[in-house]
């Protein structure tokens, strides 16, 4: 600014994008050092337009409850809005899983910028989650992307099925099992070094033959055994199980058919 000679003022207009009570300096040096003016100005928030995350994303345990998760109003500079009146806020998850929010929606009432809730999930992965508003008018939504892991390992499962058997001919497909949590996400969670898995008949007669044992543990398959060679000399129509001796449920496998020898 300039005050210019027969004037004793100049005016001039401020805007912020920071709510707040910032303190506005005028100062001169020229022609000659003067004392300074300072004044505090205050800055409120504009309407709501737009939804945030303001925790972080958080990483948890399948079928276990995140901690604290706070989804916030703004208005287009990010400032927090506790002016406006209630609002309405859905959450939704593009998991596959079951997933539950603790409360399943929520409100933003007049004089709070934000609520709270929390997340939990069955299915492992990285799900995104939305926070969105359309009431009392709409505004832009919210989105995060979450961590899911594996619960401990619980039980076995064939992920691949024996097939193309022919009597005294090792299987064209041979079986596949993986340690799975409670949710069926593959996980090695809490499974020891080395863990025996046992192959055997579960229904049909006959003899399973080849390596009837192998080791999914963490230090060798690590939640992941395949069969190796093996093979039934009698036809008919058969299930196979995969057991430990004990921690994992026993997976069985689908019925397969042996066909007789040419």
């Not at 401020?14 to 709510?19: L, Q, V």
């Not at 707040?20 to 505090?40: L, N, V």
């Not at 309405?88 to 399943?104: C, H, I, W």
Request: aromatic content about 4%.
């Amino acid at each position: 600014l300039t005050i210019a000679n027969g004037s004793s003022s100049a005016s001039f207009t401020y805007t912020d994008t920071k709510a707040g009570t910032p303190t506005i300096t005028a100062a001169s040096t020229s022609p000659t050092p003067i004392t300074s003016a300072t004044q505090q100005q205050t800055i409120n928030p504009g309407a709501a337009s737009k939804l945030a995350f303001t925790t972080s994303a958080l990483t948890v345990t399948a079928g276990v409850a995140s901690g604290t998760i706070t989804v916030q109003r703004q208005d287009q500079h990010g400032n927090a809005n506790t002016a406006d009146a209630s609002r309405t806020v859905t959450l939704a998850s593009d998991s596959t899983g079951t997933v539950t929010f603790t409360p399943s929606s929520l409100t933003i009432a007049n004089g709070s910028s934000s609520a709270s809730f929390t997340y939990t999930d069955t299915k492992a992965g990285t799900p995104t989650i939305t926070a969105a508003s359309t009431a009392p008018s709409t505004i832009t939504s919210a989105t995060q992307q979450q961590t899911v892991n594996s619960a401990a390992a619980s039980k076995l499962v064939f992920t691949t099925e024996p097939s193309g058997a022919t009597a005294g001919s090792t299987f064209a497909t041979q079986p596949v099992v993986r340690t799975q949590d409670q949710f069926g996400n593959n996980s090695a969670v809490g499974l020891a070094s080395s863990v025996t898995v046992t192959w055997a008949i579960s229904s049909g007669t006959g003899t399973l033959q080849g390596t009837t044992t192998g080791d999914i543990g963490t230090g060798a398959g690590n939640g992941t055994l395949t069969a190796s060679g093996l093979r039934i000399d009698q036809a008919g129509s058969l299930t196979l199980k995969a057991s430990v001796t004990s921690g994992l449920t026993q997976g069985t496998s689908g019925s397969f058919t042996v066909s007789p020898a040419a």
